[in-house]
């Protein structure tokens, strides 16, 4: 431009540059464009500036903290000042455009923080992005700009429809506000609030009941604390109650509706319901009354009834009666078991009773005393309504019309049985005792067996006892006997059928119970057996015949007359041939010596009687025995040659000791015996059947007991003896000239007391039995 | 040719003397050349349209001043928790932390320097349009301001600068905001207005003033 040149010279060169200068000219009316754009916009998003008045600031942050409806903010604090009273805080909300309409008096704010509790966490948003302040837009009342925030969250029961219904409960306990209301422990509303009642008697809790929930309750709903721990019963039934962890802390209400009563119309909005102390309270159930006499105590915690072993109901409390005759106690019968509670039906307390006889009622000691109950089919079946009933203070013998086998035991003593004790057929248990009774000859038991199992029961049928633990014998083997524990403790009868096509026996037949099992099942022959000393004797005792056990002594008794004892024995059932005229019985015992060791075998399986049957098989039978203390010196050996020396001292021969032919033990000596007259000794010899050809009529005996010992000038000494046993234990030899005839059984040769040099160089050629030989 | 008055102080100017600067090379031309004949630039005896491009950029810059201070520079998020910050509010905090001096320094540079910058560039323009001024003031007010824009640039240099270095994710991160933008705007629309601006316009105007 020339503006320096000319005044008239921009005129001209403006017209010139005219297109230049609109293009420039674009620049500022963009931007003003831009300004007024961005103007519009930030004036027609400003949002709508609101007061709300919260009691205190905390967490409160100017410009940061929003105002949240759904999660979505629609508002920011932006600016916190204390109100000028200073008792509260006034906070200046700047609110999305679009809740303008929503700005009520009936809408609410209220701030929200984490809050971690034993009931849950809430607000567990707020930990990330801070706390916020919840809205609660209403738009049905009339719009303002100054609030008042809520000082909590509102109560559920007021942000929702659903039902609003009053408990009325003697005390609050746990209850707080909040505490869930429980139904099949699903959380389906919670407390909203509570208080005294109007007459300052009762604490109405107010819940709210969401509303899809609301249906389930119902006019006979029954709602009760559910809160805390609830320990019920005692230690085997101890019931822990407790809907959640939440409750436990928090209080909780639970409710249900008794299914077993007609259907009633639902709950009204507001309507009274009682508020129950605990569930067992609130399951309302039959009352009965039970007259129980003076001396049974029932104890303070809630006795259950037991019909069966299934609950039944409770004994809510005791009471004495007017007349102190007795207690009554009010009990609560599940309305379920209403047709248990009929004319016929009794009581009784079972507690635990522990004597030296055993222990019964023991589940008792665990689970507390209870009471019993028994109805029989038929008064079910009359169904004859009854309330109030007679208990007893023990169990009753079932009525004669209860189902099943009723039987009669005869025994001598109770012996641990009681009422109650089972009845165990393969110990498995198939009745019980009912009762028992004393009578002239000892205890009259009646017992009950099951319907299903009365087809065990038959003439042959055994019964014995089981109760408590049985130990037989000593050292020779003993055997700890018990039924079942139950039996062990309780006591128990046992019995078995050995013939189950016995007859049938009718109700009432009598049977004998047998002290054990082995008296039940003694089949066999009774003998007597007479023992000059009853020293290592004992029941139990075994009669063995070649090893083999074919009786035992049932009894031992001391004949005062005789001066001996008689022990009664019992042979087994096979073994019968063994009580005939001939049959030798004697005692089989240690022996200890030097020169004879015996029947060691016996200091561990204790003493045994041992049987020769007799051989003549026409004998008479007999059942009175003398038992000889060893064994018979003559005692015939089946086997091998029985041979008799005659000596004039017995030397050091003892019974046992062998009979050695060049040195090797052919035979034994079996017995010895003074002669009669006494003028020499008899020495019973058997030689083992296959040595039986070395003796013949010539042959030597002599005594080869102990040292022979020569001397010599040149020779020195020389000791011999037929072996170091001999030497120890005694023994004789014998020697033969030349084969021939083998002496016949009993054949009596003389002993010398030493050999004759001869003798000793004999050395026939005698063949020895070859089929015995290997 | 011109006379001027005995009193007033006589100057020679390029015109007078038929001469032209390049204001690229400051290279003497001849009054007749187009084109400077050692950088290639054009070469007017005054900047055609000078002062209309002036005043078009200036008003832009002023326009675009109003949303620069009143838009959000930066968000500095912190854990994802961050609010938007326009220049005034970050000198309020600045403050509010105690940093004064530097607040001062971000007040000055962002907003005093800018508004004075465009007053200036008015100003200067109203002085040629009514020539009157003493124009030796006139003259160092250029020179300031044609100096201070390159240092106004400053902010928007710091805000491109922490937006690409902080970003930590969650952590943190520095967005520009559309205030940026704006004021960016307005530092380069006033650095070209005084650019726009050709001084010899001011000494035109001075002896305008002494005729
Ligand atoms: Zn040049």
């Known amino acids: ?774 | 040719m011109k006379t001027y008055p005995a009193d007033a102080q006589h100057w020679i100017n390029g015109s007078d003397a038929g001469l032209k600067l390049c204001l690229d090379c400051h290279k003497v031309c001849a009054e007749q050349t187009e084109r400077c004949p050692r950088c290639g630039a054009r070469v007017h005896q005054r900047r055609q349209n000078s002062i209309a491009r002036s005043w078009a950029l200036t008003l832009t810059a002023a326009l675009l001043y109003i949303p620069a201070n009143l838009l959000p520079m930066m968000t500095v998020s912190k854990f994802e928790e961050g609010q938007p910050q326009t220049i005034f509010s970050g000198v309020i905090e600045l403050v509010n932390h105690g940093m004064v001096p530097i607040a001062l320094l971000v007040f000055t540079a962002s907003v005093v320097v800018p508004l004075l910058k465009l007053l200036g560039m008015v100003w200067l323009l109203i002085c040629v349009r009514f020539p009157g001024a003493a124009m030796h003031r006139q003259q160092t007010l250029y020179r300031v301001i044609v100096w201070i824009g390159r240092w106004s640039m400053l902010d928007i240099f710091i805000i491109s600068l922490l937006v690409g270095l902080v970003q930590f994710g969650q952590l943190g991160t520095v967005t520009a905001g559309i205030g940026a933008y704006a004021f960016a705007s307005v530092v380069v629309t006033t650095m070209l207005a005084a650019m726009q601006f050709d001084p010899r316009l001011l000494w035109d105007a001075a002896e305008v003033k002494k005729l």
């Open chain 1, 1 to 774: 431009m020339n503006q320096n040149t000319s005044a008239p010279e921009p005129a001209r060169a403006n017209i010139k540059k005219r297109g230049n200068l609109s293009l420039v000219w674009l620049l500022p009316v963009v931007a003003l464009l831009i300004v007024v754009w961005l103007v519009w916009k930030s004036i027609s998003e400003a949002g709508i500036v609101i007061d709300v008045e919260f009691q205190n600031g905390r967490g409160i942050k100017q410009g940061k903290t929003e105002v949240r409806l759904n999660g979505i903010a629609v508002g920011r604090v932006t600016g916190i000042a204390m109100s000028d009273d200073l008792k509260s805080v006034d906070v200046t909300l700047e609110m999305d455009r679009r809740m303008s309409t929503s700005l009520t008096d009936k809408s609410r704010f209220w701030l929200v923080r984490p809050q971690v509790s034993v009931a849950g966490i809430s607000g567990l948003d707020t930990l990330v992005s801070g706390n916020y302040i919840a809205f609660q837009p209403d738009d049905t009342g009339i719009k303002r700009k100054k609030f008042i925030a809520l000082p909590s969250p509102p109560p559920l029961g007021e942000q929702e429809d659903g039902l609003s219904l009053t408990l009325r409960a003697k005390e609050l306990s746990s209850i707080q506000n909040g505490s869930p209301v429980y139904y099949r422990r699903l959380k389906i509303g919670e407390v909203s609030s509570y208080d005294l009642s109007v007459d300052d008697q009762y604490v109405d809790v107010e819940v709210f009941i969401q509303p899809r929930f609301a249906h389930l309750v119902r006019r006979n709903t029954r709602f009760w604390n559910a809160g805390g721990v609830e320990l019920s019963g005692s230690l085997t039934n101890l019931k822990v109650r407790t809907q959640s962890i939440v409750s436990l802390v928090q209080g909780g209400v639970s409710l249900y509706t008794p299914d077993w009563e007609q259907e009633f119309p639902e709950a009204y909005q507001g309507d009274v319901f009682p508020l129950y102390r605990d569930y067992d309270e609130a399951e309302a159930g039959i009352a009965v009354e039970i007259d129980f006499p003076l001396d049974v105590a029932l104890g303070q915690e809630k006795t259950r009834i037991l019909f069966h072993g299934m609950e039944v109901g409770l004994i809510r409390d005791i009471e004495l009666k007017d007349d102190y005759s007795g207690i009554t106690a009010n009990a609560v019968i599940r309305p379920d078991a209403v047709n248990l509670m009929v004319k016929g039906a009794r009581f009784w307390l079972v507690k635990p009773s522990i004597g030296l006889q055993g222990i019964s009622g023991l589940e008792t000691l665990l689970g507390g005393r209870y009471i019993n109950m028994d109805v029989s089919n038929k008064d079910i079946k009359a169904a004859v309504p009854k309330r109030r009933f007679n208990g007893l203070a023990s169990q009753p013998a079932a009525s004669p019309s209860a189902p099943g086998l009723h039987l009669k035991l005869r025994a001598d003593s109770l012996a641990g049985v009681s009422h109650g004790s089972p009845v165990l057929f393969r110990k498995m248990q198939v009745g019980s005792v009912q009762s028992h009774e004393l009578t002239d000859d000892g205890v009259l038991i009646k017992i009950l067996v099951d319907p299903a199992y009365q087809h065990l029961v038959n003439h042959s049928s055994r019964f014995w006892n089981v109760s408590g633990i049985t130990l037989h014998g000593g050292l020779q083997g003993f055997s700890i006997k018990a039924g079942t524990l139950n039996s062990m403790l309780a006591g128990g009868i046992a019995f078995d059928t050995p013939d189950r096509t016995s007859g049938k026996v009718k109700n009432g037949t009598g049977f004998t119970l047998y002290d054990s099992t082995e008296k039940a099942h003694q089949f066999g022959q009774k003998i007597s057996l007479i023992f000059e000393t009853a020293e290592g004797l004992q029941v139990g005792t075994k009669i063995k015949y070649k090893g083999l056990v074919v009786g035992h002594l049932t009894d031992l008794k001391l004949d005062k007359q005789e001066g001996h004892i008689v022990a009664d024995a019992l042979l087994g059932k096979s073994s019968g041939w063994v009580a005939h005229e001939g049959s030798r019985f004697w005692m089989v015992r240690p022996r200890l010596g030097l020169a004879n060791t015996a029947n060691l075998e016996t200091l561990v399986t204790g003493q045994y009687i041992e049987v020769l049957p007799g051989s003549r098989q026409d004998a008479a039978a007999k059942t009175r025995f003398s038992v000889e203390m060893a064994v018979p010196d003559d005692l015939p050996v089946n086997n091998g040659l029985r041979l008799q020396l005659v000596s004039s001292q017995l030397g050091s021969v003892r019974r046992g000791n062998p009979i050695y032919y060049r040195e090797i033990p052919v035979g034994t000596v079996t017995g010895y015996r003074l002669a009669d007259p006494a003028s020499h000794v008899l020495i019973f010899i058997n030689i083992e059947e296959r040595y039986r050809s070395l003796v013949t009529s010539k042959s030597r005996f002599w005594n080869a007991s102990g040292i022979d010992v020569k001397f010599g000038l040149f020779s020195g000494a020389k000791i011999r003896t037929e072996s170091l046993e001999a030497l120890l234990a005694g023994g004789i030899a014998f020697a033969t000239p030349e084969p021939g005839e083998p002496v016949a059984a009993g054949h009596q040769f003389t002993m010398a007391e030493e050999p004759e040099s001869q003798w000793l160089r004999w050395a026939p050629a005698i063949s020895i039995s070859q089929e015995m030989s290997h």
